[in-house]
Nanobody, 125 residues
């Protein structure tokens, strides 16, 4: 049974930092693409970042230069370091995994097979 568990969300002031983690079980983690998406109230789920099995990372323009994604295959975990946070980053953050995504699909949420339950990130003073 595949399970993805996010952690690390919380309340932070604008300009602050948070590190989210996504711990996976029940799959051969190193062969999967892992993506992060977020959904704010009243908005559609949007792509944040993804890391492929080869370690290559991809970011949405809105977070490029502020967020850093890394994976630690020995721990079956992916980390999303979020710096210079803005109120517009407030959302529920989800990690997702899929083994057979092509590059052009990594930002497409319905293409991912497995999802975590989400973790709330609130950026507010």
């Amino acid at each position: 049974q595949v399970q993805l568990v996010e952690a690390g969300g919380g309340l932070v002031q604008p300009g602050g930092s948070l590190r989210l983690s996504c711990a996976a079980s029940g799959l051969t983690f190193r062969t999967y693409t892992v993506g992060w998406f977020r959904q704010a109230p009243g908005k559609e789920r949007e792509f944040v970042a993804a890391v492929r099995s080869n370690g290559y990372t991809y970011y949405a323009d809105s977070v490029k230069g502020r967020f850093t994604l890394s994976r630690e295959n020995s721990k079956n975990t992916v980390y999303l370091q979020m710096d210079q946070l803005k109120p517009g980053d407030t959302a529920v953050y989800y990690c997702a995994a899929d083994r057979s995504l092509i590059l052009s699909s990594i930002g497409n949420a319905p293409q991912y097979d497995y999802w975590g339950q989400g973790t709330q990130v609130t950026v507010s003073s």
